[in-house]
């Protein structure tokens, strides 16, 4: 087991998100490892954004270092980390929140008939709901390679949701998003039951996801699904770097 695998096993998001880099090899992924192996930072990127995680303990001019992402994007981070952090990101943190992290087995459920899997064939509809809709939602056409569902009605995509990374036996997943006109009609609930399903499936055992803590619905959604809360963490939500 490498220092990196050491340092994440108590973090089954991040430890999943690790082995879905190395199996990827350097595509939208890096990670690093201090040196005395005490803290490390996970970088993913998507088409318009990208997301960092600080994990551990790490020097404040490393944190610094960390923390000023090139593009627009979100900040992972535990409280430890906060001030070093903001001392370089001043006017580029639009929003500070907390982030929950959740897990549970799958297993094998119900399909709602309006449900299909979507496919890289899929991307210009899948980016047209997003640009429409949640321009600032994270998705890149290479997540349409994986598990990830959309629901229908009349030709039209009203739901989705899907898997972001999956390596070893286990995936984690997000993009529960509905069209604004359906919400209230529990079709994000229909389309994660169907992604359970269908990774129950593929083989996969265990599913994990993240949401903010202020989107109170979407927590008691998942925990009234059996999801298990295994994390807290804070979310800075930036902006781009100043030029």
């Not at 350097?26 to 005395?36: K, P, T």
């Not at 001030?83 to 982030?99: D, F, W």
């Amino acid at each position: 087991m490498t220092g990196l695998e050491r340092l994440l096993a108590p973090h089954p998001v991040f430890r999943l998100y690790f082995h879905a880099a190395v199996a990827a090899g350097e595509r939208n992924r890096s990670a690093y490892l201090s040196d005395d192996g005490t803290g490390a930072a996970l970088a993913i990127s998507f088409a318009k954004q990208g997301i960092r995680t600080l994990i551990g303990e790490l020097p404040d001019d490393i944190i610094r270092a960390l923390a000023n992402l090139p593009t627009v994007g979100e900040l992972h981070l535990e409280a430890r980390h906060l001030e070093a952090a903001k001392s370089v990101l001043s006017g580029r943190i639009k929003n500070t929140r907390g982030l929950r992290y959740y897990a549970r087995p799958t297993e094998r459920m119900e399909v709602d008939p309006r449900c299909r899997r979507l496919t890289p064939a899929d991307h210009a509809l899948v980016s047209h709901f997003f640009d429409s809709f949640y321009p600032a939602a994270i998705f890149s056409p290479w997540m349409l390679e994986g598990p990830f569902i959309g629901l229908f009605k009349d030709g039209q995509l009203l739901a989705c949701g899907g898997v972001v990374a999956q390596a070893k036996g286990a995936a984690n997943i997000g993009n529960f998003l509905t069209h604004p006109a359906h919400r209230g009609r529990f079709l994000g609930k229909t389309v994660l039951s169907c992604l359970i399903n269908t990774l129950a499936e593929d083989g996969i055992g265990e599913v994990t996801l993240g949401t903010n803590q202020d989107n109170l619905s979407a927590c008691l959604l998942y925990e009234a699904f059996g999801f298990q809360m295994v994390e807290e963490r804070l979310q800075l939500d930036l902006g781009g770097p100043r030029v």
